[in-house]
């Protein structure tokens, strides 16, 4: 919802400004909007000079027009390009790439920046081939280790209610593999059948169980191959998706900008396994700068959606000017 | 108590981007099940169609996210959608905490 309100900020229409109710939240989110555009904004001696002041809180907008086009989907890992126009000619001075979050100052703050499907292969040195990794995928891991045991753990029988008795798990017949890698990736269970059921039982019976089971191997997934990450290609990865990428975060009524700089994705090296559900990485030179890569289940734990989490820690990260 | 204006047009929220989402990846895979029965049939075997399928299912996954994603924001934004600005967070769960930060 907040995203296409984003296409007005930098000149909302007279009667929104105007409206009774909403006017002056409009005003206050615009002129932040503006302020934070020169933080990105063409490095000319004008914005420039407003790049200074906004620093000061001064209001002092950019020069150029601004045009921002919403993007979306798996196909952009960003939401919006920002392109700066010249305001006589209308011609295009520059595009920057945006990263719109809510509720953050910093990248730090976020539980997330980058997310990974977990049939991403991160363990092997070619990413661009995660039909044969060496290593198996974590979904590819759980399916031949682990969910014949989920299965197993729900018989179908309540413990607390010897009349309650429903189909056991294991009676469901079991997609193949390839059928099981393609389907668990998806957010809803709609047509298929298989993870449906998983669904719908999940809460029904033996609910700690099945999450105790899940927890145990995503520990034993990474304790098994967590140190052998490929750095090389998660810096890889990273530089490719991060690199001018500029943050717009909005926390407590006022626009923040971030980004993240090449010498915090460079030189990262296996640290430690925490929580045994987390791989963090650290950089050799800056070793303030921590990369957490937690692996969890996003819709249903051990059923749908297996993916990495990624954040990152800057440990004595300075404060940000308000 | 000011009245909110009822909505004329569809919403596009993220039920209305998931059901088109869901409903293109059905025809999709649909699809792909009768391409890959003609071609086991056709060449007897000879392809790896699990594989095929992996290939295909990958490059075109976002593509129909995409389209139907673009699609929904087409709608404009209306005045009051600027509250959303000031809307409080509440965060008790990782899940929600992440939806939380992502402007959409």
Known sequence: MREPVLTLLS????????NETYGAQWKQVSDEWNKVMTKIAPQTADTADTADTADNNNTTTTHHKIKV?????????????????????????????AEFKYNAARINELPQFLSLQARYSLFTASPASPAS??????????????????????????????????????????????????????????GLPFFAQ????????????????????????????????????????????QTDKHYILWKNGKFHYDTITQEEMSDLQFHSIKNGNAIVLQSATKPSIEYHLLLRWRNHKGILNPAWQISMRRIRATPVAQ | MEQQPQPTTPKSGRSTKAAATHLTLQV?????????????????????????????????????????????????????????????????????????????
């Open chain 1, 11 to 18: 000149s909302p229409p007279t009667e929104f400004l105007a």
């Open chain 1, 198 to 241: 998983l669904k719908e039982r999940e809460e029904l019976l033996f609910k700690k169980e099945k999450s105790a089971l899940v927890d145990e191997s995503i520990a034993q997934y990474l304790a098994l191959y967590g140190s052998q990450i490929d750095v090389n290609a998660f810096t890889a990865k990273l530089v490719a998706d």
């Open chain 1, 69 to 97: 086009d919403l993007k979306a989907g798996r196909l952009f890992n960003y939401d919006a390009d920002i392109t700066f126009l010249d305001e006589e000619t209308g011609a295009t001075v520059t595009k920057q790439k």
């Open chain 1, 133 to 190: 990794p060496a290593i198996p995928t974590y979904d590819e891991f759980y399916y031949t280790n682990y969910l014949p045991k989920y299965i197993a753990i729900d018989t179908g029988r309540n413990p607390n209610d010897p009349n309650d008795i429903q189909l056991a798990l294991a009676e469901l017949p079991k997609p193949p593999l390839a059928e099981y890698i393609n389907a668990v990736t998806k957010t809803s269970t709609e």
């Open chain 2, 28 to 104: 999709r895979d649909n699809l792909l099940d009768i391409i890959m029965r003609v071609i086991t049939r056709e060449y007897n075997n000879a392809v790896d169609t699990d594989r095929l399928r992996t290939i295909i299912v990958a490059e075109t996954d976002p593509l129909i996210t995409v389209t139907t994603t673009q699609q929904s924001q087409h709608q404009p934004p209306r005045v009051q959608d600027i509250g959303a600005f000031f809307k409080k967070c509440q965060v008790t769960k990782t899940t929600q905490q992440t939806r939380c930060v992502n402007l959409c």
